[in-house]
């Protein structure tokens, strides 16, 4: 039997929001999988218990480019809320998000080698970081080269979405950038959602099919409602439209006479673990410290 920690029920705590107590009991009967207790909570406590997964932990910010047929959307990481603030940093993610779009960098490793303002974008980052004195790191960036139109959001900086899309409308376009920022669909459509998640949302499903006691036929047909109902909340196709849930997404879009092709999302720091403090170790280090000198 693993040892569960005071650090792990915290770490688990901080992901699903669940009671202390929840936590240590799920983190023992998962034998200190951290993973799979959050799936027992998930059971028990429904939706609750995965409020905390949006949660936005590390810092920096999304910026976009569109030229034309031609787009880009970056994340660009920093340590700190402070740094988001800061002109050079902003400046030098939005010259980021340019090079994509016209340079077409095969990785984050390509465009560090880009020649930006007399030097690599490599250099100016470096350059950047001695001046602001905090590190940061180009994360990640999706581009978009096509025959459609391509629109972008930015809900602030830590939030970014790029669409392309038919329409005669513009607006359509922009109206569906800002419903996919609200509402983080995963996939055009519920065919499209990935594989993995599937499978996750079914376990879950099935567990608590089992929980309920229900007869095998209907905890089936339990564990099949549930997968349809999540493949509907997580496609965009299938979602409610925020500026009028009397029809779906893909009923606005029929209605407009437009279509949308393809998205991409970034929503800074997600999946990054922030580093987290521990405010009390560390005066005690400093205190056992400067008894030892």
């Not at 929980?211 to 036929?217: I, N, Q, V």
């Not at 849930?245 to 092709?261: F, I, P, R, W």
Request: contains cysteine; charged residues 30%.
């Amino acid at each position: 039997m693993a040892a569960i920690t005071a650090a792990m029920v915290g770490e688990l705590r901080a992901k699903t929001d669940a009671p202390m107590m929840e936590c240590k009991k799920a983190l023992t009967e998962a034998d200190g999988d951290m993973e799979r207790a959050e799936e027992i909570l998930r059971v028990k406590l429904g939706s609750k218990a995965s409020k905390a997964a949006s949660r936005i932990t590390a810092e920096g910010v999304v910026a976009s480019h569109i030229a034309g047929k031609v787009g880009a959307l970056v994340e660009v990481n920093c340590e700190t809320d402070f740094v988001t603030k800061n002109d050079d940093f902003l400046k030098f993610s939005a010259d980021v998000s340019k090079l994509v779009a016209e340079h077409n960098p095969a990785d984050v490793a390509a465009l560090g080698a880009l020649p930006l303002d007399g030097k690599t974008v490599e250099e100016q980052r470096a350059a950047l970081v001695g001046r602001i004195g905090e590190n940061m790191s180009i994360r990640r960036f999706k581009r978009f080269e096509t025959n459609a139109k391509l629109t972008a959001y930015l809900h602030g900086t830590r939030i970014g979405v790029m669409v392309e899309f038919d329409a005669a409308d513009e607006q359509v376009g922009k109206d569906v950038a800002m419903h996919i920022a609200a509402m983080k669909p995963v996939a055009l459509s519920s065919e499209q959602v990935p594989a993995d998640l599937i499978e996750k949302e079914r376990s879950v499903a099935h567990l608590k099919a089992v929980e309920s006691g229900k007869p095998a036929d209907i905890a089936t047909k339990m564990v099949e409602g549930s997968v349809q109902k999540f493949l509907k909340e997580v496609s965009l196709f299938n979602q409610q439209f925020v500026k009028n849930d009397k029809q779906t997404v893909e009923q606005m879009l029929k209605a407009s006479n437009a279509s949308v092709k393809a998205f991409t999302m970034f929503v800074v720091g997600e999946g990054i673990e922030k580093k987290q403090d521990d405010f009390a170790a560390e005066v005690a280090a400093q205190v056992a410290a400067a008894k030892q000198a």
